[in-house]
Antibody, heavy 118, light 107 residues
Framework: EVQLVQSGAEVKKPGESLRISCQAS????????ITWVRQMPGKGLEWMGR????????NYNPSFQGHVTISAEQSINTAYLQWSSLKASDTAMYYC???????????WGQGTLVIVSS | DIQMTQSPSSLSASVGDRVTITCRAS??????LNWYQQSPGKAPKLLIY???SLQSGVPSRFSGSGSGAEFTLTIASLQPEDIAIYYC?????????FGQGTKLQIK
């Protein structure tokens, strides 16, 4: 059974750094890209970017490029989303999802809530 | 970037009704269109991929159609568990933008 399990909720202060994780199981991790999606409180879904775990090649939405970094560690079937300096506007739920061969997001993690507040 | 626009933004319908949601792309995306359902407090769930293919395990009352720049998601007979926000997403080019969502409520 394909599963994506994300790390737990985080409460951080503006300017702090953060890395959240998404651990995959039930399939061959290098075979399928992992995508990150943001959902701000009460708002819709935003495609942030994706990574190919086989070679760590990334694509970013220009709206997020330079503010977040997506990475992956094949040996532990885990993808990451990280910030070097959080802003209050980063407060959101973040989802990871597997991109299927047909380009859709067929399995999703449970979400990681990030709250950034002074 | 390709912009995705859904209509309506919200709708109310009765159990058993046929419900249709429309998604328009700002340019031709062939059939690279997916639909997701997000129930309250839950992660999104894939319903339809490639415009009209039903994801495994999704009830057959859900169907998708369209190509080019206009697409529809239809629920043949609305059930109480279908209360959710529905999103379309294009997978034709990067970034893979979503529509703004359609909130479906029971009348």
């Amino acid at each position: 059974e394909v599963q994506l399990v994300q790390s737990g909720a985080e409460v951080k202060k503006p300017g702090e750094s953060l890395r959240i994780s998404c651990q995959a199981s039930g399939y061959n991790f290098p075979n399928d890209r992992i995508t990150w999606v943001r959902q701000m409180p009460g708002k819709g879904l935003e495609w942030m970017g994706r990574i190919d775990p086989s070679d760590s090649y990334t694509n970013y939405n220009p709206s997020f490029q330079g503010h977040v970094t997506i990475s992956a560690e094949q040996s532990i079937n885990t993808a990451y989303l990280q910030w070097s300096s959080l802003k209050a506007s980063d407060t959101a739920m973040y989802y990871c999802a597997r991109q299927s061969r047909r380009e859709a997001l067929d399995f999703w993690g449970q979400g990681t809530l990030v709250i950034v507040s002074s | 970037d390709i912009q995705m626009t859904q209509s309506p933004s919200s709708l109310s319908a009765s159990v058993g009704d046929r419900v249709t949601i429309t998604c328009r792309a700002s340019e031709n995306i062939a059939n690279f269109l997916n639909w997701y359902q997000q129930s309250p407090g839950k992660a999104p769930k894939l319903l339809i991929y490639s415009a009209s293919s039903l994801q495994s395990g999704v009830p057959s009352r859900f169907s998708g159609s369209g190509s080019g720049a206009e697409f529809t998601l239809t629920i043949a007979s609305l059930q109480p568990e279908d209360i959710a926000i529905y999103y379309c997403q294009q997978s034709y080019s990067l970034p893979r933008n979503f529509g703004q969502g359609t909130k479906l409520q029971i009348k």
